[in-house]
């Protein structure tokens, strides 16, 4: 009788080995999701100043402030039929950058409508050069949540505080301070919802901040 030649010892090992790495290989988990990123949008035009209008005194507008979780790119959310004081982040979604620095860049745009807008660094510059310290405006970022009052009804909440700061050599000086609230109703409860009505509600808030800021004498 004849017998088929049976594999060496190691080699049957190596191919049963191999037999289930490839079995293993169909039930490995995919690959987490990739978290999808949102931000306010492209900034199609910018309102134009009157050809007549005069140029408004320069202001340094100082980085936005705010606590740790609104400085980090998760979309928050809030639950207030729930519990108002939880704050909730979206798990596959996120802003492209901090909330602070998203509402900074909008607001330095808007205000440059009018005036000239320097950050910090290039106020002192200035200040050195030519012995003048324009006003400074600080911003406080205190609420940016998708904010639920229901189930199915929410909306954009964001909540900031102006001051503006006149800097001279005795020392600061509040000039004016002021806080604003807007809310925006959200069309869906969920993160891509959210960000449209927080996106609104901070270009609302941006404009109210900059009519105040020029009204300010």
């Known amino acids: 009788m004849n017998y088929a030649p049976s594999l060496p010892t190691g ?3 190596g191919a049963l080995l191999l037999a289930a790495l490839l079995a293993g290989c169909g039930a490995l988990p995919d690959r987490p999701a990739r978290a999808t990123l949102y931000d306010f949008g492209p900034v199609l035009s910018l309102p134009q100043a009157p050809a007549d209008a005069a140029r408004l005194p320069t202001l340094a507008l100082a ?6 979780r609104l400085e980090s790119p998760q979309i928050l959310y809030r639950l207030a039929y729930a519990d108002a004081n939880e704050m909730r982040p979206y798990g596959q979604s ?8 998203l509402i900074y860049q909008r607001l330095r745009d808007a205000l440059a409508v009018q005036r000239t807008v320097l950050n910090r660094e290039e106020s002192a510059t200035l200040a050195r050069s030519a012995g003048r310290v324009p006003r400074t405006l600080r911003i406080s970022l205190d609420e940016f ?3 639920f009052e229901s189930p199915t009804r929410s909306s954009g909440l964001v909540r900031l505080r102006a001051t ?4 001279a050599a005795g020392g600061d000086s509040v000039l004016a301070q002021r806080s604003f609230v807007v809310q925006r109703p959200a069309p869906s409860a969920d993160a891509p919802g959210g960000v449209k009505a927080l996106a609104a509600a901070s270009d609302v808030a941006i404009a109210e901040v900059v009519a105040w800021v020029d009204q300010v004498r």
């Open 94 to 101: 996120r802003w492209s950058m901090a909330p602070n620095q």
């Open 63 to 68: 980085e936005i402030d705010a606590g740790a």
């Open 145 to 147: 949540s998708h904010y």
């Open 164 to 167: 503006l700061i006149q800097s």
């Open 11 to 13: 080699l049957r090992a």
